[in-house]
Nanobody, 120 residues
């Protein structure tokens, strides 16, 4: 069993930055592909970024490429999402999930999420 807890969300002006953290319990987490997703009100879940078990491979949605960076520290069982040049359309609840499987990004575990609000 893995528990995921996100933190680091908040209110920021457009152009600002935030760093989200996803802290996990369970030793298996360090072997998982981990992803960040977001969901805005009345919108579908949107994939944001993913990272391989050792951090050597990452992937991003086109909407965040060049602005967001995913990283991990397996010694701390934590995955991060550095978000720069934030835009109002980035406003959503962000959550991490693992382990990611397949092109549909299925997963077994997810956190409750952290709210990110970007004002214009």
């Amino acid at each position: 069993q893995v528990q995921l807890v996100e933190s680091g969300g908040g209110l920021v002006q457009a152009g600002g930055s935030l760093r989200l953290s996803c802290a996990a319990s369970g030793r298996a987490f360090s072997n998982y592909v981990v992803g960040w997703f977001r969901q805005a009100p009345e919108k579908e879940r949107e994939f944001v970024a993913r990272i391989s078990w050792n951090g050597g491979n990452t992937g991003y949605a086109d909407s965040v490429k060049g602005r967001f960076t995913i990283s991990r520290d397996n010694a701390r069982n934590t995955v991060y999402l550095q978000m720069n040049s934030l835009k109002p359309e980035d406003t959503a609840v962000y959550y991490c999930a693992a382990p990611l499987r397949g092109t549909a990004f299925e997963y077994d575990y997810r956190g409750q999420g952290t709210q990110v609000t970007v004002s214009s």
